[in-house]
């Protein structure tokens, strides 16, 4: 029979922790299923922290900007064109203004407020950090959101039968997050679960809506700021987009 002695089991125990310790370092999306939702504004973060949810992970935090640089648990960081967040954050946050006095006052208002809290910086940031995976809203909204779901259950081994995949998809889609947001009357208010607000679907979530809400002011502005990030970004080529619908 295999014999050893208590010292030996103790170094085996050991030995077995910090590997898991190790593990849980470098592959931190397995420690019971942890995941971070960050990213930008109106680019699809609060869609995806409903779809983790239903898939029963442990969402940690929802935020904008970029996980804790302490943290090194899976991270998804959603973005989106610069220039549809603005448009978006505009007409949520800065209504009043973007009525009174037109959608260029309120898009500005939001661009200071991009700038400020340095969404420009964070992206390039997050993307230096191991285990983020940079969420374009192009690709994962807007009619993909299938996508999204089965990435994020294949990520974490989780099996979706195609009923339980459609449930979460009913109650995670624009049309649903809409009515929920029509119980409140200002984006001040919103709904603890599932993180939505007053106010918080604007333009049925549909891109490019930029270019109807720009004034050739708004775009040299926006060119000035983000005119790099756009191309960065592959929304754009070069510098010389305009707001003429294409």
């Known amino acids: 029979a295999l014999s050893c002695s208590n010292q030996e089991l103790l170094d085996v125990l050991f030995r077995g922790i910090r590997k898991a310790m190790a593990f849980r370092r470098w592959f931190p ?27 029963g992970l442990n969402v940690h935090r929802k935020k904008h900007g970029n996980r804790p640089r ?3 648990d899976f991270t998804v960081f959603a973005f989106r064109d610069p220039r549809d967040v603005l448009c978006s954050h505009a007409r949520r946050k800065h209504r009043d203004t973007w009525d009174s006095d037109g959608p260029h006052a309120a898009v500005m208002l939001s661009l200071q407020q991009f700038l400020r809290t340095r969404y420009r910086e964070v992206i390039y940031e997050s993307a230096a950090m191991q285990n983020v995976f940079l969420a374009r809203y192009e690709l994962f909204c807007q009619g993909n959101e299938a996508f999204f779901v089965d990435f ?11 009923g339980r995949r ?5 109650n995670t889609s624009i049309d649903s997050n809409a009515r929920r947001a029509q119980q409140f009357d200002s984006f001040k208010q919103h709904d ?11 333009n049925k979530g549909r891109s490019g809506a930029w270019r109807q809400a ?11 700021e983000l005119g790099a990030l756009l191309i960065d970004l592959g929304y754009e080529r070069n510098l010389s987009w305009s707001c003429t619908p294409e």
């Open 29 to 55: 999306r397995y420690d019971q299923r942890g995941i971070f939702i960050a990213g930008w504004p109106a680019s699809g973060s609060t869609f995806m922290y409903q779809v983790a949810m239903e898939l």
């Open 152 to 162: 994020l259950a294949d990520n974490f081994l989780i099996p979706l039968t195609p």
């Open 166 to 170: 459609s449930e979460i998809l009913r």
């Open 192 to 202: 603890e679960k599932t993180q939505i607000h007053g106010n918080h679907v604007s």
């Open 70 to 72: 302490e943290s090194a």
């Open 214 to 224: 720009f004034t050739p002011v708004t775009v040299d502005r926006v060119k000035e």
